[in-house]
Nanobody, 123 residues
């Protein structure tokens, strides 16, 4: 059974930084990517970053590229999302996502989800 538990959300001022963590268990070699999606009020859930646990390959949405960094600590089975230069429009519930991928046409997809953690950026 795949379990994903996020932590690290909170309230931060615009321009500030925040780091999210996701403790993962149960992912297999056939589903060895993990990442982050987010959902703002009134909007659809969007994929923002994904990393391969096996080779470290990363993907970022254009909306966060250059500001957010995804990384893993394989010894701790944990994935991190370092968020910098935060903007009010980054306010959303952030979800850890297992077995994520960016499909044809740039469509993001994942098969496993954490419970979500709220990030609020005040302007």
């Amino acid at each position: 059974e795949v379990q994903l538990v996020e932590s690290g959300g909170g309230l931060v001022q615009a321009g500030g930084s925040l780091r999210l963590s996701c403790a993962a268990s149960g992912l297999t070699r056939d589903a060895d990517t993990i990442g982050w999606f987010r959902q703002a009020p009134g909007k659809e859930r969007e994929g923002i970053s994904c990393i391969s646990i096996s080779d470290g390959t990363t993907a970022y949405a254009d909306s966060v590229k250059g500001r957010f960094t995804i990384s893993t600590d394989n010894a701790k089975n944990t994935v991190y999302l370092q968020m910098s230069s935060l903007k009010a429009k980054d306010t959303a519930v952030y979800y850890c996502a297992g077995d994520c991928e960016v499909g044809p046409g740039g469509t993001w997809h994942a098969n496993y989800w954490g419970q979500g953690t709220q990030v609020t950026v005040s302007s």
